[in-house]
């Protein structure tokens, strides 16, 4: 019998709730009799959902969750529940619905208020352990809430997300909708924190392929330069950063997630073939010897980096003016003052954080200050392997070595999914996260999108994955109900419909039509048109739309065709007679030997 009158994470494999576990707060995991204990005590939910390597979780787990006072109204009035965002993406998505509806915007830590019979209440992300003149202490507003609940109760109503994204009926409006949001100066979309806007990125290059145009072409070109020149990129190592907090791309949030290096490595690699701009492909390399040196072990991807170190955000990755000066030759230095912003007052509090001015080649530096901030202490790593997310980088690495003319990406990525298909999948369905050699089993639509698409690019190369391709359809088909695509049917938790939300990694639903559409063409069924969705809401469904709508290559062949030779926008299949097909009409081809 589970004491619920102590804090419990400690018996979790999730790297995440064990951090939480020595929380004076009465920590428990979402589970079905937890949630009948509140129901038979009346008591109301407080659910606070994070991740592993989130910098504010960490601050509100030393700060507002550690405070004793907190902890004992928490533990008194609340039946209080920690959850991964990672093996419980159903749950979290359910709550950031909620907060988005409440306040525009959400974000984690994810702090939600709920009645015992789950209709959430009133939701926040940070709120500190004490009051200030600009913020309410979270003990405060736990006060306010459960006072609210008290009086309310009988007339909090079930919440249901209405999220669709509505149809664009002009596809000129997409482009033109884009150029609204984009910021022409300095890239990226919006004028505040900028996120890598992956989905976008690929939306815009794949069309960029259909239709040469200038707006279309400075949005990206100017977008990766961004992320490639500023403080979004790991200029030592390779790899990116979830975010940049300022306009201009300088000052990242240090968390590095795997999902982020996937989508980035498509995104240039997809940049190099179509713009032909050396500097992409060798930021496409960079990511990859990011991917290997950092996050695979053992032939798959951990989920992620912490942004602290010991603490301190970006601590492994600042350097002090001083220190380059004494680590460096006088030569070194000047040719690095050269490429890179390099102030005595820094440009992260009192310290440097690399980024450049140019593209100069410095790997002797780069590699010799490497070797040093290897050294260092190292941010703390979430070790959980997610199915979904590392069939997202098998597609990735097959896209990279289609586009860069790499081979061995492509073998690479049938590693890839014959582990995942080897340790996930047990020939009825994909479990969700492995961690700690604990199988979370819970099926998710995300994963069986992402395995199908990487099947289907598998395919093109290789028929002998039809089988396995044509199965794992049947499987995805199997979370339609009533023209809705569901996330998960769980026994602890209501049926989660699919996300439309494009960012920052494609939705479930945009997922699973691409995979179906993909499975469709190449077994030479009809394919019906599909609509145009809301720009930045619905960009990688977008390119479903495109699919569907004959804007890909269809290539029937004898054989395999050399994927260098073909347009990006481009899919292959064995048969004859050999044709290209393209916005709905079929030509003979003849390729040459």
Request: charged content about 25%; some cysteine.
């Amino acid at each position: 019998m589970l004491d619920i009158q102590r804090n419990n994470l400690d018996k979790s494999s999730s790297p995440y709730l064990r951090q939480h576990a020595k929380n004076p707060l009465w920590w428990q995991e979402w589970r079905s009799e937890i949630i009948g204990e509140a129901i038979n005590q009346n008591k109301p939910l407080f659910v606070s959902v994070g991740y592993a390597t989130c910098h504010w979780c960490h601050v509100m787990a030393a700060d507002a969750f550690s405070n004793r006072a907190t902890a004992d109204y928490l533990n008194k009035y609340f039946i209080c529940i920690k959850v991964d965002r990672e093996t419980r993406p159903d749950i979290d998505q359910f709550l950031m619905h909620f907060i988005t509806a409440q306040n525009g915007s959400g974000g984690w830590p994810l702090n939600v208020f709920l009645t015992p019979d789950n209709h959430p209440i009133f939701a926040l992300t940070y709120a500190p352990g004490h009051g200030g003149s600009s913020m309410s202490s979270f003990l405060d507003i736990t006060k306010r809430v459960y006072d609210y609940y008290i009086n309310h109760q009988d007339k909090i109503l079930p919440f249901k997300a209405i999220e669709k994204p509505p149809p664009i009926i002009e596809e000129k409006m997409i482009v033109n909708d884009l150029l609204t949001y984009f910021d022409s100066a300095e890239g990226g979309f919006g004028k505040g924190q900028k996120f890598p806007p992956h989905t976008t990125l690929l939306y815009l290059l794949y069309l960029l392929c259909v239709e040469k145009n200038e707006s279309i072409y400075k949005m990206i070109s100017t977008t990766l330069d961004a992320m490639r020149l500023g403080g979004l990129n790991d200029h030592l190592q390779g790899g990116i950063f979830r975010y940049c907090v300022d306009r201009k791309w300088t000052i990242p949030h240090f968390e590095k997630m795997l999902y982020d290096q996937a989508m980035a490595l498509w995104c240039y690699a997809l940049a190099y073939k179509i713009m032909d701009k050396k500097a992409y492909k060798v930021m496409a390399e960079k990511i990859l010897r990011c991917l290997e040196e950092c996050f695979n072990e053992k032939g798959l991807y951990i989920s992620a980096y912490d942004a602290d170190t010991e603490h301190i955000e970006g601590a492994t990755y600042t350097w002090k003016y001083d220190e380059l000066k004494e680590l460096l030759s006088a030569e070194e230095f000047h040719r690095l003052s050269e490429s890179y912003f390099i102030f005595p007052e820094g440009n992260f509090e009192d310290a440097i954080h690399l980024t450049r001015k140019n593209n100069a080649l410095l790997r002797d530096i780069e590699e010799k200050l490497l070797v040093i901030r290897n050294q260092r202490n190292q941010p703390e790593k979430d070790s959980k392997i997610l199915c979904g997310i590392n069939a997202l980088v098998a597609i990735a690495m097959l896209q990279a070595g289609r586009f860069l003319g790499k081979p061995e990406l492509e073998a690479r990525a049938v590693q890839i999914v014959k582990s995942l298909m080897e340790r996930f999948w047990n020939g009825k369905f994909l479990a969700h996260s492995l961690s700690n050699g604990i199988m979370q089993k819970q099926k998710f639509l995300f994963d069986g999108a992402c395995m199908l698409i990487a099947l289907t690019m598998l395919y093109e190369n290789d028929e002998s994955w039809g089988a396995l391709m044509r199965k794992m359809s049947e499987y995805v088909k199997s979370f339609k109900e009533d023209e809705k695509w569901v996330e998960s049917r769980s026994e602890d938790f209501q049926t989660i419909y699919a996300s439309w939300f494009d960012h920052p990694i494609p939705s479930s639903v945009s997922l699973a039509e691409i995979g179906l559409t993909r499975v469709g063409l190449l077994d030479g069924k009809e394919i019906h048109p599909k609509t145009y969705r809301q720009p930045f809401h619905a960009d990688f469904f977008n390119l479903t739309v495109m699919l569907s709508n004959g804007l890909f290559h269809l290539f029937t062949t004898k054989k395999v065709v050399d994927w260098n030779t073909l347009s990006p926008n481009s899919l292959q299949m064995r048969g004859e007679p050999e044709t290209d097909c393209y916005r709905g009409v079929c030509r003979p081809i003849t390729l040459k030997k």
